[in-house]
T-cell receptor
Framework: DAGITQSPRYKITETGRQVTLMCHQT?????MFWYRQDLGHGLRLIYY???????DKGEVPDGYVVSRSKTENFPLTLESATRSQTSVYFC????????????FGQGTRLTVV | AQTVTQSQPEMSVQEAETVTLSCTYD???????LFWYKQPPSRQMILVIRQEAYKQQNATENRFSVNFQKAAKSFSLKISDSQLGDAAMYFCAYRSLYNYGQNFVFGPGTRLSVLP
């Protein structure tokens, strides 16, 4: 199916465990982003990628790692999950055109217990 | 860095009435894009409307329109003839054209309730 998909949609994990959230897009968009959504903060940028093998930190990168070996995939890894990382995570992509909006995945609700 | 502010955490409107959601932003750039996204309970982020900063004409999409005041750095969303399906979280977003890493800076959101 065309679009941007995230998996899993829901995840419960224990403190200290490593967790990877997956993101896949079919448009060949150059830019991909990971946001976390918390009440009162809107969406905050964790990491972004301008192309395969090019990634950079956003506003709240601590405790997260990303990779982008292929244009279509942009996984987000929590190396050692903490309770403060309980959140809803959104992956997004956009093209290089000036007028293109961000296209979002369905989100992943992550709970760290 | 750009910032986006939405000063109304919650708003309500009677069905069929009109409501305006406020958004202000801070930037030193002269060219950029502004967006309003809707997030219903399904969590899906849905684009409502977009505005190009170099266009003076306010964007309109059916019942949704914006009041873009570039000098005041204000970008409000007006919803006319409100419907029950308009109930959602609304996010204002700023897109830099010069710093792609800071694309889509979002405000904290406004939760809109529509009363029957």
């Amino acid at each position: 199916d065309a679009g941007i998909t995230q998996s899993p949609r829901y995840k419960i994990t224990e403190t200290g465990r490593q967790v990877t959230l997956m993101c896949h897009q079919t448009w060949s968009h150059s830019y991909m982003f990971w946001y976390r959504q918390d009440l009162g903060h809107g969406l905050r940028l964790i990491y972004y990628s301008a192309a395969a093998d090019i990634t950079d930190k956003g506003e709240v990168p601590d405790g997260y790692v990303v990779s982008r070996s292929k244009t279509e995939n942009f996984p987000l890894t929590l190396e050692s999950a903490t309770r403060s990382q309980t959140s809803v995570y959104f992956c997004a992509s956009t093209g290089v055109g000036k007028n293109t909006e961000a296209f979002f995945g369905q989100g992943t609700r992550l709970t760290v217990v | 860095a750009q910032t986006v502010t939405q000063s109304q955490p919650e708003m309500s409107v009677q069905e069929a009435e009109t409501v305006t959601l406020s958004c202000t932003y801070d930037t030193s750039e002269s060219d950029y894009y502004l967006f309003w996204y809707k997030q219903p309970p399904s969590r899906q982020m849905i684009l409502v409307i977009r505005q190009e900063a170099y266009k003076q004409q306010n964007a309109t999409e059916n019942r949704f329109s914006v009041n873009f005041q570039k000098a005041a750095k204000s970008f409000s969303l007006k919803i006319s003839d409100s419907q029950l399906g308009d109930a959602a979280m609304y996010f204002c977003a700023y897109r830099s054209l010069y710093n792609y890493g800071q694309n889509f800076v979002f405000g904290p959101g406004t939760r809109l309730s529509v009363l029957p």
